[in-house]
């Protein structure tokens, strides 16, 4: 059964960088038929997609979102990582990782971490 | 960017009743939209994807439909635990969103 696991730390403050590591069990992190999400939810409002990440490297991006975020992958340690930098309060929510088919479709989701970003 | 619109906003139903609820692009995106369900606390579930798909272990009372700029997904006859917030995301180009229905069980 797949799991995905998100931690890191829950309060950040402005202007300083949001990091967040996802631990996948249940599925090799190199299974050439999926990419790894990240994905994001202010308290109470919508979904945004944040990026997604191919065990060989490979990323892409919400072009809203590409000036301040760097997805990377740990194939050794089964685990892919979110750095969103110069966080305000608008960064604030639960910031969900997922597995994604090559065709963007999520069909695996962790159970989200919120993060706070505070003073 | 392509944009999501979701409508209704809210859906009040009995049990047993069909839910109908849409999803319009502001392009074409062919046939690459998905559904999710999301219940307070939890992360969203895939329910449908390329718009007719059921994903695995979704029960046959969803089911979806559409293509280019409208989508429908129809929950046949409501149960309790089909009360979520349920959102459409295309694929076409970059993931995107609608604002998601809420779906009330009276």
Same mark, same amino acid.
């Given at each position: 059964?797949?799991?995905?696991?998100?931690?890191?730390p829950r309060l950040v403050?402005?202007?300083?960088?949001?990091?967040?590591?996802?631990?996948?069990?249940?599925?090799?992190?190199?299974?050439?038929?999926?990419?790894?999400?990240?994905?994001?939810?202010?308290?109470?409002?919508?979904?945004?997609?944040?990026?997604?990440?191919?065990?060989?490297?490979?990323?892409?991006?919400?072009?809203?979102?590409?000036?301040?975020?760097?997805?990377?992958?740990?194939?050794?340690?089964?685990?892919?990582?979110?750095?969103?930098?110069?966080?305000?309060?608008?960064?604030?929510?639960?910031?969900?990782?997922?597995?994604?088919?090559?065709?963007?479709?999520?069909?695996?989701?962790?159970?989200?971490?919120?993060v706070t970003?505070s003073? | 960017?392509?944009?999501?619109?979701?409508?209704?906003?809210?859906?009040?139903?009995?049990? /047993?009743?069909?839910? %109908? !609820?849409?999803?319009?692009?502001?392009?074409?995106?062919? =046939?690459?939209?998905?559904?999710? +369900? &999301?219940?307070?606390?939890?992360?969203?579930?895939?329910?449908?994807?390329?718009?007719?798909?059921?994903?695995?272990?979704?029960?046959?009372?969803?089911?979806?439909?559409?293509? /280019?700029?409208?989508? %429908? !997904?129809?929950?046949?006859?409501?149960?309790?635990?089909? =009360?979520?917030?349920?959102?459409? +995301? &295309?694929?076409?180009?970059?993931?995107?969103?609608?604002?998601?229905?809420?779906?009330?069980?009276?």
């Amino acid at each position: 059964q797949l799991q995905l696991l998100e931690s890191g730390p829950r309060l950040v403050k402005p202007s300083e960088t949001l990091s967040l590591t996802c631990t996948v069990s249940g599925d090799s992190i190199s299974n050439r038929a999926y990419y790894w999400a990240w994905i994001r939810q202010p308290p109470g409002k919508g979904l945004a997609w944040i990026g997604s990440v191919y065990h060989a490297g490979n990323t892409f991006y919400n072009p809203w979102l590409e000036s301040r975020a760097t997805i990377s992958v740990d194939v050794s340690a089964n685990q892919f990582s979110l750095r969103l930098k110069s966080v305000t309060a608008a960064d604030t929510g639960f910031y969900y990782c997922a597995r994604s088919t090559v065709t963007t479709t999520f069909d695996y989701w962790g159970q989200g971490s919120l993060v706070t970003v505070s003073s | 960017e392509i944009l999501l619109t979701q409508s209704p906003a809210t859906l009040s139903l009995s049990p /047993g009743e069909r839910a %109908t !609820l849409s999803c319009r692009a502001s392009q074409s995106v062919s =046939s690459y939209l998905a559904w999710y +369900q &999301q219940k307070p606390g939890q992360a969203p579930r895939l329910l449908i994807y390329d718009a007719s798909n059921r994903a695995t272990g979704i029960p046959a009372r969803f089911s979806g439909s559409g293509s /280019g700029t409208d989508f %429908t !997904l129809t929950i046949s006859s409501l149960e309790p635990e089909d =009360s979520a917030v349920y959102y459409c +995301q &295309q694929r076409k180009t970059w993931p995107t969103f609608g604002q998601g229905t809420k779906v009330e069980i009276k």
